[in-house]
C-alpha cells in the first residue's frame, strides 16, 4: 500500500518562500508520476506541478512557473514543492499525488499540508 505525507505548510507574508515534503513509502518513486495539487477554499482542486514517471519531464500551471520548483530526492523517496514569491493567491491546502508504475493516473494522495499566505 502507498502512502503519502506531507509536511512544510504554513503561514507565510506574501513574497515569502516554503518548501513542501511528500514522503512516500510502501512503494519507491521511481518510474511514477508525482504531482502537487492545490484546493483554495470554495474552489476545485487544482493541478498545479508534476514530475512524469520518466523523472525528466516536468509541468507547471502557468500561475505557478517561474515561482515554483518541483523536484525528487530518490534516495529519501521523497518528492518536494519549492515556492518562492507567494502571494495570498497560493492560499491552499496542497496535496501530494502518486500514479502507479508507468501511468499518470493519480491514484494515491496524501492528507494535505495547509499554506496560508497573508498580505
Known amino acids: 500500500q502507498v502512502h503519502l505525507e506531507e509536511s512544510g505548510g504554513g503561514l507565510v507574508q506574501a513574497g515569502g518562500s516554503l518548501r513542501l515534503d511528500c514522503v512516500v513509502s510502501?512503494?519507491?518513486?521511481?518510474?511514477?508520476?508525482m504531482a502537487w495539487f492545490r484546493q483554495a477554499p470554495g474552489k476545485e482542486r487544482e493541478f498545479v506541478a508534476a514530475?512524469?514517471?520518466?523523472?525528466?519531464?516536468?509541468d507547471y500551471t502557468d500561475s505557478v512557473k517561474g515561482r515554483f520548483t518541483i523536484f525528487m530526492d530518490y534516495g529519501r523517496n521523497t518528492v518536494y514543492l519549492r515556492m518562492n514569491s507567494l502571494n495570498p493567491e497560493d492560499t491552499a491546502v496542497y496535496y501530494c499525488?502518486?500514479?502507479?508504475?508507468?501511468?499518470?493516473?493519480?491514484?494515491?494522495w496524501g492528507q494535505g499540508t495547509q499554506v496560508t499566505v497573508s498580505s
Open positions: 510502501g512503494r519507491t518513486i521511481s518510474y511514477r508520476s
Open positions: 499525488a502518486s500514479t502507479n508504475e508507468y501511468s499518470e493516473k493519480y491514484d494515491y
Open positions: 514530475v512524469k514517471w520518466d523523472g525528466v519531464t516536468m
